[in-house]
Protein backbone atom coordinates (compact mmCIF):
# COMPACT_ATOMS: atom_id res chain seq x y z
CA UNK A 1 0.00 0.00 0.00
CA UNK A 2 1.07 3.59 -0.67
CA UNK A 3 -0.23 6.17 2.08
CA UNK A 4 0.10 9.36 0.02
CA UNK A 5 -0.51 11.98 2.78
CA UNK A 6 1.47 11.99 6.21
CA UNK A 7 3.61 14.34 8.60
CA UNK A 8 6.33 11.81 9.12
CA UNK A 9 9.18 14.12 8.70
CA UNK A 10 10.13 15.41 12.17
CA UNK A 11 10.14 18.56 13.70
CA UNK A 12 8.91 20.51 10.32
CA UNK A 13 4.78 21.25 11.18
CA UNK A 14 2.41 19.91 12.89
CA UNK A 15 3.31 16.38 12.20
CA UNK A 16 6.48 13.92 14.10
CA UNK A 17 7.99 15.63 17.15
CA UNK A 18 11.20 14.12 16.51
CA UNK A 19 12.99 11.39 14.67
CA UNK A 20 12.12 8.98 17.46
CA UNK A 21 8.00 9.79 16.96
CA UNK A 22 9.15 9.59 13.15
CA UNK A 23 10.59 6.09 13.32
CA UNK A 24 6.92 4.92 15.45
CA UNK A 25 5.24 6.12 12.72
CA UNK A 26 7.05 4.30 10.14
CA UNK A 27 6.61 1.31 12.45
CA UNK A 28 3.07 1.76 12.61
CA UNK A 29 3.31 2.09 8.66
CA UNK A 30 5.22 -1.64 7.78
CA UNK A 31 2.83 -3.23 10.54
CA UNK A 32 -0.32 -2.20 8.50
CA UNK A 33 1.42 -3.57 5.54
CA UNK A 34 2.37 0.13 3.98
CA UNK A 35 5.39 -0.31 1.96
CA UNK A 36 5.57 3.44 0.31
CA UNK A 37 4.46 6.77 2.38
CA UNK A 38 5.01 10.15 0.95
CA UNK A 39 5.98 12.83 3.17
CA UNK A 40 3.76 15.63 3.11
CA UNK A 41 4.59 18.82 5.79
CA UNK A 42 2.25 22.06 5.66
CA UNK A 43 3.09 24.08 2.92
CA UNK A 44 1.39 27.01 4.57
CA UNK A 45 1.91 30.34 6.12
CA UNK A 46 2.14 29.00 9.88
CA UNK A 47 4.72 26.45 9.41
CA UNK A 48 8.30 27.42 8.35
CA UNK A 49 8.28 24.90 5.88
CA UNK A 50 11.76 25.42 3.71
CA UNK A 51 10.66 23.49 0.46
CA UNK A 52 14.48 23.17 -1.27
CA UNK A 53 15.82 21.41 2.40
CA UNK A 54 12.55 18.68 2.10
CA UNK A 55 14.93 16.37 -0.28
CA UNK A 56 17.28 16.36 2.53
CA UNK A 57 15.14 15.86 4.82
CA UNK A 58 13.44 12.91 3.44
CA UNK A 59 17.00 11.26 2.53
CA UNK A 60 17.95 11.84 6.32
CA UNK A 61 14.80 10.30 7.38
CA UNK A 62 15.15 7.07 4.99
CA UNK A 63 18.59 6.25 6.42
CA UNK A 64 17.38 6.31 9.98
CA UNK A 65 14.42 3.78 8.86
CA UNK A 66 17.00 2.08 6.72
CA UNK A 67 19.76 1.89 9.94
CA UNK A 68 16.87 0.46 11.97
CA UNK A 69 15.42 -2.45 9.70
CA UNK A 70 12.02 -0.58 9.03
CA UNK A 71 11.04 -1.52 5.52
CA UNK A 72 9.22 1.68 4.64
CA UNK A 73 10.30 4.00 1.69
CA UNK A 74 9.76 7.37 1.74
CA UNK A 75 9.20 9.76 -0.56
CA UNK A 76 8.95 13.63 -1.24
CA UNK A 77 6.12 15.83 -1.46
CA UNK A 78 3.86 18.62 0.32
CA UNK A 79 0.63 19.34 1.06
CA UNK A 80 -0.12 22.84 -0.25
CA UNK A 81 -2.94 25.31 1.08
CA UNK A 82 -4.68 26.74 -1.35
CA UNK A 83 -3.81 29.92 0.22
CA UNK A 84 -0.03 29.47 -0.68
CA UNK A 85 -0.69 28.14 -4.35
CA UNK A 86 -0.15 31.15 -6.20
CA UNK A 87 2.66 32.66 -4.57
CA UNK A 88 4.98 29.55 -5.28
CA UNK A 89 7.29 29.43 -8.56
CA UNK A 90 6.75 26.76 -10.87
CA UNK A 91 9.80 24.99 -9.33
CA UNK A 92 8.69 25.02 -5.82
CA UNK A 93 5.80 23.91 -6.90
CA UNK A 94 7.07 20.41 -8.35
CA UNK A 95 9.19 20.38 -5.69
CA UNK A 96 6.45 19.38 -3.61
CA UNK A 97 4.36 16.82 -6.48
CA UNK A 98 3.76 13.76 -4.97
CA UNK A 99 6.60 11.21 -5.35
CA UNK A 100 8.79 14.11 -6.56
CA UNK A 101 8.10 13.69 -10.27
CA UNK A 102 6.58 16.51 -11.06
CA UNK A 103 2.58 15.91 -11.65
CA UNK A 104 0.62 15.53 -9.04
CA UNK A 105 0.19 18.39 -6.27
CA UNK A 106 -1.84 17.42 -2.59
CA UNK A 107 -3.95 20.92 -2.41
CA UNK A 108 -5.00 21.54 1.10
CA UNK A 109 -8.49 23.54 0.49
CA UNK A 110 -9.37 26.93 2.77
CA UNK A 111 -10.68 26.32 6.33
CA UNK A 112 -14.27 26.10 5.42
CA UNK A 113 -17.15 24.32 3.21
CA UNK A 114 -15.34 23.73 -0.63
CA UNK A 115 -16.36 26.64 -2.84
CA UNK A 116 -15.86 27.29 -6.65
CA UNK A 117 -12.77 29.63 -5.70
CA UNK A 118 -11.08 25.61 -5.38
CA UNK A 119 -12.13 24.53 -8.64
CA UNK A 120 -10.64 27.88 -10.16
CA UNK A 121 -7.16 27.12 -8.42
CA UNK A 122 -7.27 23.44 -9.90
CA UNK A 123 -7.74 25.28 -13.14
CA UNK A 124 -4.87 27.70 -13.17
CA UNK A 125 -2.43 24.91 -11.94
CA UNK A 126 -3.20 22.83 -14.48
CA UNK A 127 -2.22 25.80 -16.65
CA UNK A 128 0.99 25.50 -14.94
CA UNK A 129 1.27 21.69 -15.91
CA UNK A 130 0.21 20.55 -12.87
CA UNK A 131 -2.27 18.04 -11.56
CA UNK A 132 -4.11 18.32 -8.31
CA UNK A 133 -5.29 15.74 -5.30
CA UNK A 134 -7.93 17.61 -2.99
CA UNK A 135 -7.44 16.67 0.55
CA UNK A 136 -9.66 15.59 3.28
CA UNK A 137 -13.05 16.84 1.58
CA UNK A 138 -14.71 15.29 4.77
CA UNK A 139 -13.60 18.06 6.44
CA UNK A 140 -14.99 21.07 3.85
CA UNK A 141 -18.87 20.33 3.37
CA UNK A 142 -21.21 22.63 2.80
CA UNK A 143 -24.92 22.82 1.80
CA UNK A 144 -23.51 22.10 -2.11
CA UNK A 145 -20.61 19.41 -0.98
CA UNK A 146 -21.47 16.52 -3.74
CA UNK A 147 -21.84 19.48 -6.75
CA UNK A 148 -18.76 20.70 -5.59
CA UNK A 149 -16.77 17.12 -5.52
CA UNK A 150 -18.18 16.28 -8.84
CA UNK A 151 -17.26 19.72 -10.17
CA UNK A 152 -13.57 18.99 -9.30
CA UNK A 153 -13.88 15.01 -10.42
CA UNK A 154 -14.87 17.00 -14.01
CA UNK A 155 -11.83 19.14 -14.11
CA UNK A 156 -9.34 15.92 -13.40
CA UNK A 157 -8.53 16.53 -9.81
CA UNK A 158 -8.80 13.37 -7.66
CA UNK A 159 -9.88 13.21 -4.37
CA UNK A 160 -8.22 11.97 -1.06
CA UNK A 161 -10.04 10.57 1.41
CA UNK A 162 -8.52 10.39 5.04
CA UNK A 163 -8.71 6.54 6.06
CA UNK A 164 -10.15 6.44 9.12
CA UNK A 165 -12.88 8.50 8.32
CA UNK A 166 -13.68 6.26 5.41
CA UNK A 167 -13.14 3.30 7.97
CA UNK A 168 -15.79 4.62 10.58
CA UNK A 169 -18.58 5.06 7.77
CA UNK A 170 -21.68 3.50 8.29
CA UNK A 171 -24.03 2.08 5.77
CA UNK A 172 -26.32 4.57 5.31
CA UNK A 173 -23.41 8.06 5.26
CA UNK A 174 -22.04 9.60 2.62
CA UNK A 175 -18.70 8.31 1.87
CA UNK A 176 -20.62 4.87 0.90
CA UNK A 177 -22.79 6.30 -1.59
CA UNK A 178 -19.93 8.86 -2.95
CA UNK A 179 -17.57 5.95 -3.39
CA UNK A 180 -20.07 4.14 -5.52
CA UNK A 181 -20.28 7.48 -7.32
CA UNK A 182 -16.48 7.32 -8.21
CA UNK A 183 -16.08 10.59 -6.05
CA UNK A 184 -13.34 8.28 -4.00
CA UNK A 185 -10.27 8.15 -5.81
CA UNK A 186 -7.44 7.57 -3.02
CA UNK A 187 -7.10 7.61 0.21
CA UNK A 188 -4.22 8.72 2.97
CA UNK A 189 -3.87 8.32 6.93
CA UNK A 190 -3.20 12.06 7.50
CA UNK A 191 -0.59 11.01 10.52
CA UNK A 192 0.26 13.52 12.24
CA UNK A 193 2.05 11.66 14.87
CA UNK A 194 2.72 7.86 16.97
CA UNK A 195 1.35 10.05 20.42
CA UNK A 196 -1.81 10.47 19.51
CA UNK A 197 -4.38 10.83 16.76
CA UNK A 198 -5.00 8.73 13.35
CA UNK A 199 -1.96 6.35 13.04
CA UNK A 200 -0.54 5.64 9.94
CA UNK A 201 -3.50 2.88 8.90
CA UNK A 202 -4.99 2.32 5.49
CA UNK A 203 -6.18 -1.22 5.94
CA UNK A 204 -9.24 -0.51 7.73
CA UNK A 205 -10.23 1.84 4.98
CA UNK A 206 -9.11 -0.15 2.52
CA UNK A 207 -11.43 -2.60 4.10
CA UNK A 208 -14.47 -0.62 4.01
CA UNK A 209 -14.06 0.52 0.39
CA UNK A 210 -14.32 -3.38 -0.42
CA UNK A 211 -17.50 -3.48 0.69
CA UNK A 212 -18.66 -0.79 -1.20
CA UNK A 213 -17.22 -1.28 -5.00
CA UNK A 214 -16.24 -3.28 -7.12
CA UNK A 215 -12.78 -5.34 -7.53
CA UNK A 216 -11.35 -3.25 -10.51
CA UNK A 217 -12.51 0.24 -8.87
CA UNK A 218 -10.70 -1.18 -5.21
CA UNK A 219 -7.60 -1.84 -7.43
CA UNK A 220 -7.21 1.49 -9.14
CA UNK A 221 -8.07 2.90 -5.76
CA UNK A 222 -5.71 0.92 -3.45
CA UNK A 223 -3.04 0.28 -6.20
CA UNK A 224 -3.39 1.81 -9.91
CA UNK A 225 -4.05 5.88 -8.79
CA UNK A 226 -1.49 6.01 -6.16
CA UNK A 227 1.26 4.00 -8.49
CA UNK A 228 0.62 6.87 -11.97
CA UNK A 229 0.35 9.89 -8.66
CA UNK A 230 3.82 8.90 -7.89
CA UNK A 231 5.45 8.44 -11.43
CA UNK A 232 3.98 12.01 -12.11
CA UNK A 233 1.58 10.01 -14.82
CA UNK A 234 -1.58 10.98 -16.32
CA UNK A 235 -4.47 9.01 -15.37
CA UNK A 236 -6.25 6.04 -17.46
CA UNK A 237 -9.75 6.54 -16.25
CA UNK A 238 -10.84 4.24 -13.26
CA UNK A 239 -13.49 1.58 -13.64
Known amino acids: MIDL ?5 PGLDDGALDLTDSLAMARQAQADG ?16 AIDELPARVGELQTALDEEGIDVRIVPGGELAATQAD ?15 GGWLLLEPAPGPLTVDLE ?5 LAARGLHTVVAHPERHAGADFEERLRALRALGCLIQWTAAFVAAAADGELTPRLTAEGLVDVLGSDAHSSHGGRPVHLSAGYARLAEVCSPARLRWITTEAPEAILRGRDLVPPP
Open 5 to 9: HCHIL
Open 87 to 101: RLSDDHLRHIALGGA
Open 120 to 124: DLVQR
Open 34 to 49: IATVCATPHIRHDHAV
